[in-house]
């Protein structure tokens, strides 16, 4: 009996430690979902908002791509969560044009149209950024347009490899994984993006 | 950002390696060059997918606590048999507990005791006194 008693006293000395041990750990986890997160956050707007072209969309598939993130696979090794996070943001940005080509079907029916016309002619949206712009950045900003254009018109696997090499710096492996697909059909789809964009925009040089 | 040399570049030639850096590069500029709005949006964003993540961190909490705690009731276990029950003697058993009444009268009486081991007892001599006793008795009662 002794012994159990001296079981007893030493799991109540180690408990206290053990709490402090594991919500320091579960903080840890905590402060490295959020500088993920952080570290995407941008990259996987620009990425959604080339895809789809509307800025709200755009934001609402980020938003579930991160609280998927956060609620299903925060407890994953941290390196496995950007192959996963661009998995769920690919498969959001494919259920949003899914959901859009249904809504434009049904719209088509309907004698109006009203939401969807007033989100487009908001005039703050529409207004025109009255600072001062260096040309150069106009320069930039057109081109990126062009860019932005023709990446719209690839088929979705082909901007898919394109943007997380070009916007992400994904290499080949991690493309893959993010893709569900091979290492050869990400190169396949790269060489054909980059090959249907220089036909499109030429040299493209500055 | 990260340099994509897996292979890729090498099968690339001069031009389209020089399309693709200035793809990335104004890529990278669009990046950054978000409006203030957007990326307090994405903030938000941010929060509120930390902040739906409770339970994961409860996940977690029992992941590492169930088998601790199946630990630690085992080497309670193993401490309270090491403990009650001697280590290398079979428990005791104690005959009289499993003992009936009778046996235990029997025991109790040395005679009784006595009369069990006697082998050579001579049965029909009992049965026959124990009849002759019972006659006796009735013909007592009758006169």
């Known amino acids: 009996m002794l012994a159990f008693a001296n079981l007893g006293s030493q799991t109540s000395d180690l408990l206290p430690a053990g709490i402090a041990q594991l919500r320091e750990s579960t903080q840890d986890g905590a402060r490295a979902l959020e500088t993920f997160l952080a570290e995407v956050e941008r990259k996987a707007f620009r990425i959604a908002q080339i895809a789809l072209r509307h800025e709200a969309d755009a934001l609402d598939v980020v938003q579930d791509a991160m609280m998927q993130l956060a609620h299903?696979?925060?407890?994953?090794?941290?390196?496995?969560?950007?192959?996963?996070?661009?998995?769920?943001?690919?498969?959001?940005?494919?259920?949003?044009?899914?959901?859009?080509?249904?809504?434009?079907?049904?719209?088509?029916?309907?004698?109006?149209?009203?939401?969807?016309?007033?989100?487009?002619?908001?005039?703050?949206?529409?207004?025109?950024?009255?600072?001062?712009?260096?040309?150069?950045?106009?320069?930039?900003?057109?081109?990126?347009?062009?860019?932005?254009q023709a990446l719209g018109q690839l088929p979705g696997r082909q901007r898919q490899a394109f943007l997380l090499r070009s916007i992400e710096g994904l290499d080949v492996a991690e493309t893959a994984a993010a893709m569900k697909c091979s290492q050869g059909s990400v190169k396949t789809h790269y060489f054909r993006a980059l090959q249907a964009l220089r036909s499109k925009l030429g040299d493209f040089s500055a | 950002m990260k340099s994509t040399g897996d292979g890729i570049h090498g099968e690339l030639d001069q031009g389209a390696l020089e399309f693709e850096r200035r793809a990335q590069q104004l890529l990278a500029q669009s990046v950054e060059r978000l409006p203030a709005a957007t990326r307090s949006r994405l903030t938000r964003a941010r929060y509120a997918a930390i902040a739906s993540a409770?339970?994961?961190?409860?996940?977690?909490?029992?992941?590492?606590w169930v088998p601790a705690g199946a630990g630690a009731l085992a080497a309670a276990v193993l401490v309270v048999l090491f403990t009650v029950v001697p280590r290398g003697e079979s428990?005791?058993?104690?005959?009289?507990?499993?003992?009936?009444?009778?046996?235990?009268?029997?025991?109790?009486?040395?005679?009784?005791?006595?009369?069990?081991?006697?082998?050579?007892?001579?049965?029909?001599?009992?049965?026959?006194?124990?009849?002759?006793?019972?006659?006796?008795?009735?013909?007592?009662?009758?006169?």
């Open chain 1, 72 to 148: 299903r696979y925060a407890s994953r090794p941290s390196e496995e969560w950007r192959p996963l996070f661009y998995r769920i943001l690919e498969n959001r940005i494919r259920d949003m044009q899914r959901r859009r080509m249904v809504r434009q079907r049904v719209m088509s029916f309907l004698p109006w149209r009203g939401e969807d016309q007033e989100e487009a002619n908001d005039p703050i949206d529409q207004a025109a950024d009255t600072g001062p712009t260096p040309p150069s950045q106009i320069e930039s900003d057109q081109m990126m347009q062009l860019l932005e």
């Open chain 2, 54 to 64: 409770p339970s994961w961190w409860q996940h977690s909490l029992a992941r590492r």
């Open chain 2, 91 to 143: 428990p005791v058993v104690n005959p009289l507990a499993s003992a009936a009444p009778e046996d235990l009268e029997i025991l109790a009486d040395s005679d009784a005791v006595q009369l069990t081991r006697d082998q050579d007892l001579d049965y029909d001599f009992y049965e026959w006194a124990v009849g002759e006793a019972k006659d006796a008795g009735a013909s007592s009662v009758g006169t």
